[in-house]
């Protein structure tokens, strides 16, 4: 064996050395990366177990809390039952919200855009969650025979005595905001942030919320990241909950259509332009804008509401006046509606002969209550939350209704702040089932008979309403 051949076996096998550490050293580094790997999930479960377990104590908390609570939240609900407002006069109920605000540490500004209520705690930096309620009652006779039943009566607009009943539940609603309140400053420690709660007048004239914000609620007060709110159903069981993604409540419009005509004799109509026949024709003819103007996968509702004309058998009068209410989910169907009830009125009139300075006029009533567009991400998140907080089985998702609510002006301001209501169920469980059963319908939201049972809905509202609020301030 010559020198060479001895020194190319030995670089051989120097080559097969460097080979094999280079194969154990990429080993190692792939057993690291395996660790770390390890290392990194264990540290995670560790993390989303500890944030479990923290969040389950919080929920905890504040379902104690809550009960601890309830028998104060059980008389301010019948306080503000038996003590209601009707719409721009909720001048005591203001002051009471207010002052349990106060009382509670919020710094509370009165008499914000009418009778509206802001209050204000601030709680370090991290982000602000507006909570909602609104604080009118209806011009409603109440005729549940409940121990706490309204007797009160005032003067409307016009001067009429009228009596006065919370029927839309804006007291449950009220009575979830302080308990609400009351919460979440007792978890004060828990959570950074702000909390914007408000009292809002006259919801069922669809005037209080674009009030506040005209008045500058988003400027003149911390601006909220989530505005959040509850309203009462007269369908859903007390102690449980419903959501509803995207369109929940409608667009609502209120039309007024005068008619003109020439009066005369009922024995000489030929000597007349009858405005009832012509308003009548008015009438049918709206009926075609849903059934064949709007697209069939679109909702919308034309409602001739009120048809006034008329004085006696044998005269035919010089006008008529047409109430309607219209309803839809999509801005353009609502825009559409608008546009062909103007210009079928036109020209109805128009082949009636009617000159053209005696055309029906059309007032549409300028504050209209907008669609409530919930937040499709809000809402699953906080659906998600109430299903923690007081159990899958009392969590749904709920139809749309075409109801209206201003609520859904405080999201359509620039600042396309992110909002969601639901629904808190106010309806004895045993009735609804009786009812069910009888197939009969259960008196609804607006009824003399409407009369929830206050200690599950108000437990219900405040448990999810203040876990809500915490899961947002805690991970915006
Ligand atoms: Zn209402
Ligand atoms: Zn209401």
């Known amino acids: 064996?010559?020198?060479?051949?001895?020194?190319?076996?030995?670089?051989?096998?120097?080559?097969?050395?460097?080979?094999?550490?280079?194969?154990?050293?990429?080993?190692?580094?792939?057993?690291?990366?395996?660790?770390?790997?390890?290392?990194?999930?264990?540290?995670?479960?560790?993390?989303?177990?500890?944030?479990?377990?923290?969040?389950?104590?919080?929920?905890?908390?504040?379902?104690?809390?809550?009960?601890?609570?309830?028998?104060?939240?059980?008389?301010?609900?019948?306080?503000?039952?038996?003590?209601?407002?009707?719409?721009?006069?909720?001048?005591?109920t203001a002051k009471r919200i207010a002052q349990e605000?106060?009382?509670?540490?919020?710094?509370?500004?009165?008499?914000?855009?009418?009778?509206?209520?802001?209050?204000?705690?601030?709680?370090?930096?991290g982000p602000t969650i507006m909570v909602r309620a609104d604080m009118d009652a209806l011009p409603v006779k109440e005729l549940t025979g409940l121990p706490y039943a309204s007797t009160k009566t005032t003067k409307d607009d016009l001067g009429n005595e009228v009596p006065v009943m919370h029927a839309c539940g804006h007291d449950i609603h009220m009575s979830v905001l302080i308990g609400t309140a009351k919460t979440l400053v007792a978890l004060k420690s828990s959570w950074k942030g702000t909390l914007l709660f408000i009292g809002q007048p006259a919801e069922e004239r669809s005037g209080g919320a674009i009030a506040m914000l005209k008045e500058g609620l988003f400027e003149?007060?911390?601006?909220?990241?989530?505005?959040?709110?509850?309203h009462s159903s007269a369908t859903i069981a007390a102690g449980k909950v419903g959501y509803r993604e995207g369109a929940a409540l409608a667009n609502v419009d209120m039309v007024d259509i005068f008619v003109y005509g020439e009066g005369g004799h009922g024995a000489y109509p030929h000597t007349t332009k009858d405005p009832i026949v012509l308003a009548s024709r008015i009438v049918m003819s709206l009926q075609t804008i849903v059934s064949r103007v709007i697209?069939?996968?679109?909702?919308?509702?034309?409602?001739?509401?009120?048809?006034?004309?008329?004085?006696?058998?044998?005269?035919?009068?010089?006008?008529a006046h047409l109430q309607l209410t219209l309803r839809s989910y999509a801005d353009e169907v609502r825009?559409?509606?608008?546009?062909?009830?103007?210009?079928?009125?036109?020209?109805?009139?128009?082949?009636?002969?009617?000159?053209?300075?005696?055309?029906?006029?059309?007032?549409?009533?300028?504050?209209?209550?907008?669609?409530?567009?919930?937040?499709?991400?809000?809402?699953?998140?906080?659906?998600?939350?109430?299903?923690?907080?007081?159990?899958?089985?009392?969590?749904?998702?709920?139809?749309?209704v075409m109801a209206g609510e201003d609520f859904g002006r405080f999201g359509r301001?620039?600042?396309?702040?992110?909002?969601?209501?639901?629904?808190?169920?106010?309806?004895?469980?045993?009735?609804?089932?009786?009812?069910?059963?009888?197939?009969?319908?259960?008196?609804?939201?607006?009824?003399?008979?409407?009369?929830?049972?206050?200690e599950p809905s108000i437990k219900a509202g405040v448990k999810t309403m203040a876990a809500s609020v915490l899961?947002?301030?805690l991970n915006k």
């Open 295 to 319: 697209s069939p996968f679109e909702p919308a509702v034309v409602t001739v509401g009120a048809f006034h004309a008329g004085t006696k058998h044998n005269i035919i009068p010089g006008q």
């Open 101 to 125: 605000l106060k009382k509670i540490g919020f710094e509370v500004t009165e008499n914000f855009g009418g009778f509206g209520v802001v209050g204000v705690f601030k709680n370090g930096s």
């Open 220 to 230: 003149k007060f911390p601006r909220p990241d989530y505005v959040l709110s509850v």
């Open 471 to 473: 899961d947002l301030l």
């Open 1 to 92: 064996m010559n020198f060479l051949v001895i020194e190319l076996k030995f670089s051989k096998l120097v080559c097969f050395y460097n080979k094999l550490l280079l194969h154990i050293m990429k080993k190692l580094i792939d057993i690291q990366r395996i660790l770390k790997f390890i290392l990194f999930i264990l540290a995670f479960s560790i993390q989303v177990h500890v944030f479990a377990q923290k969040h389950s104590v919080l929920l905890n908390k504040i379902d104690k809390i809550v009960e601890k609570e309830y028998s104060y939240l059980d008389g301010l609900y019948k306080y503000l039952h038996k003590n209601p407002e009707i719409s721009f006069q909720e001048k005591n």
């Open 335 to 400: 825009n559409k509606t608008i546009a062909e009830i103007r210009r079928m009125v036109k020209h109805i009139a128009i082949s009636a002969g009617i000159p053209e300075n005696k055309l029906p006029k059309i007032k549409i009533r300028a504050e209209y209550t907008p669609v409530t567009l919930n937040d499709a991400k809000l809402t699953r998140r906080i659906k998600k939350v109430a299903e923690s907080m007081i159990g899958k089985e009392n969590v749904s998702d709920t139809p749309a």
């Open 413 to 454: 301001t620039d600042a396309k702040i992110p909002i969601c209501l639901y629904w808190v169920g106010t309806v004895d469980p045993k009735k609804l089932a009786e009812y069910k059963k009888a197939n009969k319908q259960l008196p609804s939201l607006h009824s003399a008979y409407f009369s929830p049972v206050p």
